[in-house]
């Protein structure tokens, strides 16, 4: 089969597998009586804790909302893993990024949940969500780097896989380089960000992916940009991506004064602080 051959049916395997997997992924009700945002608050890189609902200001489309809830209770994590192993990824960088991936596994409780999805051309799930910790370990392990690079089709199965109910969805996003075989479109997949509760962060070499559709699919999502050095860089980023996860608060507000329907824009804010705050650019809530 030529390459191209073998993209278009990874192509057709991707969209029938994450438009499956989307019926049922983590999205916003059509009714929404509450609203539940993941907020990291940083003051010059440093988390800013002890925060209460009253000093957060949360507008929804402009309209000043009461916020019920915030916490930072340690909810089991859903960590999802999508992995780049084109043909550059190999040797040293390889052994890199599986220990990278091997690492951060360690760092998992026994209630956090795991799955591992790797792309080159052709997109492959070694591991849907689990508890057992140690078959995602497996999966990585029998990774062979090959082929060219399909990130946004990856990127739209791997939103796939969160856990509709219970826990909190990270998606750790890594690639080397720029996407040469991907089908969809970036604007097709950042819209079905819009629709998903999946935050994702983005890891890439510096100098050798062209970076902005893991901008704008991070800030869309809450998440961020990791930029490393060299893959040597990768096991420090994953574990301080995982850190910073569980750091954030959980914000709760019932919509009050807005539509009940379409996009919801969000601005969130610490009242009297000049802090970095980072969540989602907002919701969006379908028409019945």
Same mark, same amino acid.
């Given at each position: 089969?030529?390459?191209?051959g073998?993209a #278009?049916?990874? %192509?057709? $395997?991707?969209? @029938?597998?994450? +438009? #499956?997997?989307? #019926?049922?992924?983590?999205? =916003?009700?059509? /009714?929404?009586?509450a609203v539940?945002?993941?907020?990291?608050?940083?003051?010059? @890189?440093?988390?800013?804790q002890?925060l209460q609902p @009253? +000093?957060?200001e949360? /507008?929804d489309n402009?309209?000043?909302q009461?916020v +019920? =809830?915030?916490?930072?209770?340690?909810?089991?994590?859903?960590?999802?893993?999508a992995?780049?192993?084109?043909?550059?990824?190999?040797?040293e /960088?390889?052994?890199? $990024?599986?220990?990278?991936?091997? %690492?951060l596994?360690?760092?998992?409780?026994?209630?956090?949940r795991a799955?591992l999805?790797?792309f080159?051309?052709?997109?492959?799930?070694?591991e849907?969500l689990?508890?057992d910790?140690?078959?995602v370990?497996? %999966?990585?392990g029998?990774?062979?780097p090959?082929?060219?690079?399909?990130?946004?089709?990856?990127t739209?199965? %791997?939103?796939?896989?969160? #856990?509709?109910?219970?826990?909190r969805?990270?998606?750790?996003?890594?690639?080397?380089?720029?996407?040469?075989?991907?089908?969809?479109?970036p604007?097709?997949?950042?819209?079905?960000?819009?629709?998903?509760?999946?935050?994702?962060?983005?890891?890439?070499?510096?100098g050798?992916?062209?970076?902005?559709f893991?901008?704008d699919?991070?800030?869309?999502?809450?998440?961020?940009? =990791?930029?490393?050095?060299?893959?040597?860089?990768?096991?420090?980023?994953f574990?301080?991506?995982?850190d910073?996860f569980?750091?954030?608060?959980?914000?709760? =507000?019932?919509?009050r @004064?807005?539509?009940?329907?379409?996009?919801?824009?969000?601005e969130?804010?610490i009242?009297?602080?000049?802090v970095?705050?980072?969540?989602?650019a907002?919701?969006?809530?379908?028409?019945?």
């Amino acid at each position: 089969m030529t390459v191209h051959g073998a993209a #278009a049916g990874a %192509a057709i $395997l991707v969209m @029938g597998f994450a +438009d #499956a997997a989307l #019926a049922q992924a983590p999205a =916003f009700s059509s /009714r929404v009586e509450a609203v539940r945002v993941d907020v990291l608050v940083t003051d010059r @890189g440093q988390v800013v804790q002890g925060l209460q609902p @009253g +000093d957060f200001e949360v /507008r929804d489309n402009g309209v000043v909302q009461d916020v +019920d =809830f915030v916490s930072l209770q340690q909810l089991p994590l859903n960590v999802i893993l999508a992995l780049d192993v084109s043909a550059s990824v190999s040797g040293e /960088r390889l052994m890199h $990024l599986q220990g990278a991936g091997l %690492a951060l596994l360690e760092r998992l409780t026994g209630s956090d949940r795991a799955a591992l999805l790797t792309f080159s051309h052709v997109v492959g799930l070694r591991e849907e969500l689990t508890l057992d910790i140690d078959r995602v370990r497996e %999966a990585l392990g029998f990774v062979i780097p090959k082929g060219e690079t399909a990130l946004v089709d990856a990127t739209y199965a %791997a939103m796939a896989l969160g #856990a509709p109910e219970g826990g909190r969805n990270l998606l750790i996003l890594f690639s080397d380089g720029v996407d040469t075989a991907s089908w969809l479109t970036p604007d097709s997949v950042l819209a079905s960000a819009r629709r998903s509760d999946v935050v994702v962060y983005g890891v890439a070499v510096r100098g050798r992916t062209g970076s902005k559709f893991l901008r704008d699919l991070s800030e869309l999502t809450g998440g961020g940009v =990791f930029e490393v050095e060299s893959t040597r860089d990768l096991s420090e980023t994953f574990l301080r991506i995982l850190d910073l996860f569980r750091q954030r608060y959980i914000l709760s =507000f019932s919509p009050r @004064g807005v539509s009940s329907s379409g996009w919801h824009r969000l601005e969130i804010r610490i009242k009297g602080r000049r802090v970095t705050v980072n969540a989602r650019a907002g919701y969006e809530v379908s028409r019945d």
